[in-house]
């Protein structure tokens, strides 16, 4: 199955393959790096994970809750992160511009921090991966990029602003020309 990802305005092209049909061993790719992934069920949103890649293994366990926007909550171990899900066989990336699908792309903090600048302002039109606003969280800045060309219909951030992971920041809509 493959997987389009996108967290923080960052779209990660993500292929699982099932190994074995009766084990919880898979075989993933994030933008072509390889690991071996041996999967267990720990409850109803969590999972165990042991990874070997790169000549080296590590554990993890993966929390995962959906919420009512069609996002993703998700905490690796104590580090939480948003994410929209496109599992379609259809590529999210089109052409150069990597524009996303067709509905509204939702920003949304990907951990809990401060909005250091804001780059853009509703009406303004970006493209795709262009930066849209700094957060700063441990002591480090993140750019949040656009996933897609388009239109800045919605802002929510303004600078000084403290954030929770998950909330929303801006909503970036498509142009009509790039959604053909």
């Given at each position: ?106 920003i949304v903090a990907p951990m809990p921090g401060k909005i250091v600048r804001v780059l853009?302002?509703?009406?303004d039109e970006v493209r795709a991966r262009q930066s849209l606003m700094v957060i700063e ?44």
């Amino acid at each position: 199955m493959q997987y389009d990802i996108d967290i923080g305005g960052r779209i990660r092209r993500v292929v699982v393959q099932r190994v074995h049909r009766s084990s919880g061993t898979f075989t993933v790719s994030i933008d072509g790096r390889e690991w071996s992934v041996d999967a267990g069920r720990v409850d109803g949103r969590s999972l165990s994970l042991l990874i070997e890649g790169t000549g080296r293994q590590m554990s993890h366990e993966v929390t995962i809750t959906p919420d009512p926007s069609g996002q993703l909550n998700v905490s690796v171990g104590s580090v939480p992160m948003v994410l929209s899900l496109n599992t379609g066989r259809r590529s999210r990336r089109r052409g150069e511009g990597g524009q996303a699908g067709a509905g509204p792309q939702r920003i949304v903090a990907p951990m809990p921090g401060k909005i250091v600048r804001v780059l853009v302002s509703p009406g303004d039109e970006v493209r795709a991966r262009q930066s849209l606003m700094v957060i700063e969280a441990m002591k480090m800045e993140n750019e949040l990029r656009a996933g897609r060309d388009g239109l800045v219909m919605e802002m929510h951030a303004r600078e000084g602003q403290s954030v929770e992971a998950g909330g929303l920041l801006a909503v970036i809509a498509a142009r009509p020309e790039s959604s053909r």
